[in-house]
């Protein structure tokens, strides 16, 4: 089967994005399938390009708490039809900033990451692979998890550039060791700071307590940059992140839980307090300013405790809001 083809230098004509799509019915019958924001479906991971490459990552397998964010890509990419835009390549206008974002910018979605069963490490080494496979192909990969375990080994898929990572969390995610368990939802990010690509470790949203002082420690030790939650609040976005350091790229992750429960109810590990929903899209579009944000991901929604679906959605939200950040950057 011949596969669709996205060039961004072009555009494409209207055409559906697989040959399997059935023909007919037009008024009557809606064809295709689900895709993140209407994108084309790739088909041949050797035979596509885009701007945007999505990815959903249906793992939770480094949960320690409540499982269900496998099902997270899949309630994303339903959220995400709410913002299929009307034509291809037309992008959307932001209303509160009044501007467009995203026109002429192309995407595709190459579907989910081939988890298997049980086995975390071999899991691992499949998303790594996927992650690099994305990345050849498209500017800007977008990962959607999945639990937060997830961004170890797609970090280790940018290992031929030096990085700094912005992650958006209400935990540090920075344990060495628990229970004698290295790789989980609680470990990655001390597992991608020892990758020796990873220059920079800047942490925004923390709150809660920590039962362990020895990860506290350890992030301020290794130089990690901390930004509670609760400065967010009190002094709002930009006096906030006024000490991110420096420039160049970065890996952007977000995890549905640094924003309040009260908003955001649908995740594994809800910690009371965080900040809003335009407070972290306010720092999401600081970041892209500020950085040249190579990929990123969202983790950690879990539509098992998302009863109205509104975490999902507001995800799908964010998504876009990044995006149009990015590629205003240029």
Known sequence: MTAHVFRPAHRPSHEPSTPAVPRGGEGAIRHGFASFYGAPIVEDMDDWRADIGFAGVPFDAGTNDRPGARFGPAAIRDASARYHPGEEWAGYIDAEQGARILEGVSMADVGDVDVRTVDLLENFEIITEAARLVRRSCRVPVFVGGDHAITFPIVRAFDDTPLTIVQFDAHQDYTDDKYGVRYSHD????????????????????????????????????????????????????????????????????????????????????????????????????????????????????????????????????????????????
Do not use: C
Not at 202 to 208: E, F, K, M, W
């Open 187 to 330: 470990n990655h990010m001390r597992r991608s700071s020892e990758l020796p690509h990873v220059r920079q470790i800047v942490q925004v949203g923390l709150r809660g307590v920590l039962e362990r002082f020895e990860p506290y420690d350890a992030a301020l030790r290794d130089g990690v940059i901390i930004v509670p939650a609760e400065r967010i609040v009190r002094e709002g976005v930009p006096a906030a992140l006024a000490s991110l350091p420096g420039a160049g790229p970065a890996y952007v992750t977000v995890d549905i839980d640094v924003l309040d429960p009260a908003g955001a109810p649908g995740t594994g590990y809800p910690e009371p307090g965080g900040i809003n929903y335009y407070q972290l899209k306010e720092a999401l579009l600081l970041v892209a300013r500020q950085y040249d944000v190579i990929g990123f991901d969202v983790t950690e929604v879990d539509p098992v405790y998302d009863a109205a679906g509104v975490t999902a959605r507001i995800a799908a939200k964010l998504i876009l809001d990044l995006l149009g950040a990015v590629f205003a950057r240029g």
